[in-house]
């Protein structure tokens, strides 16, 4: 398939990377292996959009991640996103040298061009975090830390992107690329060869792997996992801000964030390891997440019992610890991002606006005038709890699957889920359902919505719940009939054993 750009990579990048570029008159392509957008390091992250106090404005990503915030509220406005860009962050220190380095990120603020930020004392710290540890003498406020939906963001851009005209294409894997003197010539997947004019690699932890299938590269990724413990919404109103546990020589400090769903996700640590398909929580790695950040700020917080699920993200750390972000040196049609670690969600938008102008100077053939049928908004999603009472019933009164409550915990109705089913990027698994709708993020973590949302794919989508898989390829939910029901229908599993 022809096409002028391809995207490798349905992340937070490469999906702002789309919507950036379907403004023009170009014919875009993004391909993703997995079974749906966000599904990559995009999905597991910290959520906060960091203004860049404590970043060298020197390096890349210091430059990108100053350059958009001045971005974040505009796109989040235009495309329905919950953005919380004033819940502030506080790092939180016990002792003289926490209060040292504090002095230094102060300073560096400065050298970066933010303002408000402030050293608070032991008592202005009690009032600002009322249950924090009686310990914490000193606090370097910043108001300036938002926080974010990373999967409703990465959604919401990939969705408007498609309303403008781009095509996704889902479990689609890029195998290989050939190149000739110079010049793209075929991308091969699993699904056939794409001839795109330009390709955009923003392959995350893969991004080397991809760049490599061109040339020799000097960039490198080393994958760092960061692991985490969500807790129940009723710890919701514990912590007011994000707040940081002093840092530690490879990582900024963990994290207690109150999420803009009103849960606390406490994370993360920072462990280098070999395989870029390593999620496990290690018990021993929670306890240190429990024990440096979670106890020692938050005394009254619990190991256990109010956690509702553990998770790990891998950070695409490159070489120079550094997003490199560019040509390939032998083939300039090629766009490398690598590297694309913290602060890549909070930089999203500066850093699609630099690749557009790495498209713009490939020299290929290529229309940017702007297309006058673009729209940078996305319809804003029903989100039935955020309703007053008086909308709410007027919505069940036009369509009753509104009224039909299918997740108990987030309350979630049919309607929603039916609405994610039909969707620009259509939701065709159960993670894919909790990833638009919230229907398994709750407390019972699916146990009581899964079955339901099985049986509304099945009637919605035509097909046999045997189909229906957790997130796409060979997660199947459901491996075979009972015994007894293959017997009343006589089918070919008549004889199995009930598994
Ligand atoms: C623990 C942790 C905490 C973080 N906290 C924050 C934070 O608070 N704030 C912040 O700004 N940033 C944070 N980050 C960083 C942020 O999450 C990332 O920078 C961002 O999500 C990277 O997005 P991406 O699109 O590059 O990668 P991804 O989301 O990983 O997307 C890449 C996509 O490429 C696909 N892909 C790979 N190979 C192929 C192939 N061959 N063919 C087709 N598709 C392919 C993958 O399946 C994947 O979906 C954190 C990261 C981690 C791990």
């Known amino acids: 398939m022809e096409t002028d750009v391809l995207i490798i990579g349905g992340g937070v990048i490469g999906s702002c990377i789309a919507r950036q570029l379907c403004r023009y008159h170009l014919d875009i392509t993004l391909v993703e292996k997995q079974s749906d957008v966000c599904m990559g390091t995009s999905k597991a992250n910290s959520s906060m959009v960091h203004d860049g106090y404590n970043i060298d404005g020197h390096k890349l990503k210091g430059r990108l991640c100053l350059e958009a915030n001045t971005m974040y509220e505009k796109m989040c406005r235009e495309l329905n996103v919950d953005y919380r860009p004033a819940t502030g962050s506080i790092f939180a220190g016990f002792t003289e040298d926490h209060l040292a380095i504090m002095k230094q990120q102060l300073e560096n603020s400065k050298t970066n061009g933010l303002s408000g930020l402030y050293i608070a004392n032991h008592d202005q710290m009690m009032a600002l975090e009322p249950n924090i540890s009686r310990e914490v003498q000193y606090g370097l406020v910043n108001p300036n830390t938002g926080t974010i939906n990373p999967f409703d963001l990465t959604m919401a851009l990939a969705e408007n992107a498609v309303m403008n005209g781009v095509k996704v294409f889902l479990e689609t894997e890029v195998t290989n690329i050939h190149t000739r003197k110079g010049k793209i010539e075929s991308v091969e997947t699993n699904i056939g060869r794409f001839k795109p004019k330009v390709i955009i690699n923003a392959?995350?932890?893969?991004?080397?792997?991809?760049a490599g299938m061109v040339e020799k590269v000097d960039g490198y990724i080393h994958p760092r996992k960061g692991s985490y413990f969500l807790y129940d919404k009723k710890w919701g109103d514990h912590v007011k801000h994000c707040i940081y546990s002093p840092p530690t020589p490879v990582s900024k400090g963990m994290i207690m964030v109150p999420t803009t769903?009103?849960?606390?996700?406490?994370?993360?640590n920072a462990v280098e390891v070999n395989d870029r398909e390593d999620f496990a929580t290690v018990g021993a790695e929670m306890d240190e997440i429990y024990s440096h950040t979670i106890h020692r700020l938050f005394p009254k917080m619990p190991r256990m019992g109010e956690v509702i699920t553990a998770f790990a993200g891998l950070r695409a750390a490159s070489n120079t610890e550094d997003f490199i972000i560019g040509h390939a040196k032998t083939v300039p049609a090629m766009i490398n991002l690598i590297g694309i670690q913290s602060p890549g969600?909070?930089?999203?938008?500066?850093?699609?606006?630099?690749?557009?102008e790495l498209v713009r100077e490939t020299g290929e053939d290529l229309d940017f005038s702007e297309r006058p049928d673009?729209?940078?908004?996305?319809?804003?999603?029903?989100?039935?709890?955020?309703?007053d009472p008086e909308t709410r019933s007027a919505l069940i009164q036009k369509n009753p699957d509104y009224g039909s409550i299918v997740c108990r915990c987030e309350t979630i109705s049919k309607?929603?889920?039916?609405?994610?089913?039909?969707?620009?990027?259509?939701?065709?698994?159960?993670?894919a359902i909790k990833r638009r709708t919230r229907a398994g993020m709750g407390r019972c973590q699916g146990?009581?919505?899964?079955?339901?949302?099985?049986?509304?794919?099945?009637?919605e989508l035509g097909i046999t719940p045997l189909n229906i898989t957790k997130r796409g390829g060979r997660s199947n939910i459901l491996l075979d009939k009972t015994k007894d029901l293959s017997l009343l229908e006589g089918g070919a599993n008549s004889e199995k054993i009930q598994l």
């Open 261 to 268: 769903e009103g849960n606390i996700l406490a994370g993360s």
């Open 374 to 387: 673009y729209n940078p908004n996305r319809p804003a999603p029903v989100i039935l709890r955020n309703m």
């Open 415 to 431: 309607g929603e889920i039916l609405d994610a089913i039909r969707r620009p990027i259509p939701a065709r698994n159960l993670d």
């Open 345 to 356: 969600l909070s930089s999203a938008p500066a850093i699609a606006r630099m690749a557009e």
């Open 203 to 210: 392959a995350g932890l893969y991004s080397d792997k991809i």
């Open 447 to 459: 146990g009581f919505c899964g079955p339901r949302v099985v049986g509304i794919l099945e009637e």
